[in-house]
């Protein structure tokens, strides 16, 4: 079981950076074990896949959309995963949700393969 709380969102002019954060509450299995991945949602439409993280951090994967402005990071000591976010465009307003993924196939970019989810935090971008 994984618990997941998102932190770090708010309202940004557009051209700023926000660092997004999820920390991850587990039992049975350690934090490593995980995959991690973050998805967003816009209003409107249908949550999309963000950026994932192999369980060591030695493989990342990013949605065409965000790659080169977004990095996504973990600390295993802190059952912590990051998303810093740069260069951010009104475009990228949305709820963001880290996921967590049992059974690692990497890279994990669709919802279903993911087992637990954070319940979201919103991040909104003027222009």
């Known amino acids: 079981q994984v618990q997941l709380v998102e932190s770090g969102g708010g309202l940004v002019q557009a051209g700023g950076s926000l660092r997004l954060s999820c920390t991850a509450s587990?039992?049975?299995?350690?934090?490593?074990?995980?995959?991690m991945g973050w998805f967003r949602q816009a209003p409107g439409k249908e949550r999309e896949f963000v950026a994932v993280?192999?369980?060591?951090?030695?493989?990342?994967g990013y949605a065409d959309s965000v790659k080169g402005r977004f990095t996504i990071a973990r600390d295993n000591a802190k059952n912590t995963l990051y998303l810093q976010m740069n260069s951010l465009k009104p475009e990228d307003t949305a709820v963001y949700f880290c996921?967590?993924?049992?059974?690692?196939?990497?890279?994990?970019?669709?919802?279903?393969?993911?087992?637990?989810w954070g319940q979201g935090t919103q991040v909104t971008v003027s222009s």
């Open positions: 996921a967590a993924e049992e059974e690692p196939v990497f890279p994990a970019t669709r919802e279903d393969e993911y087992d637990y």
């Open positions: 587990t039992s049975g299995r350690t934090f490593s074990t995980y995959a």
């Open positions: 993280i192999s369980r060591r951090g030695g493989h990342d």
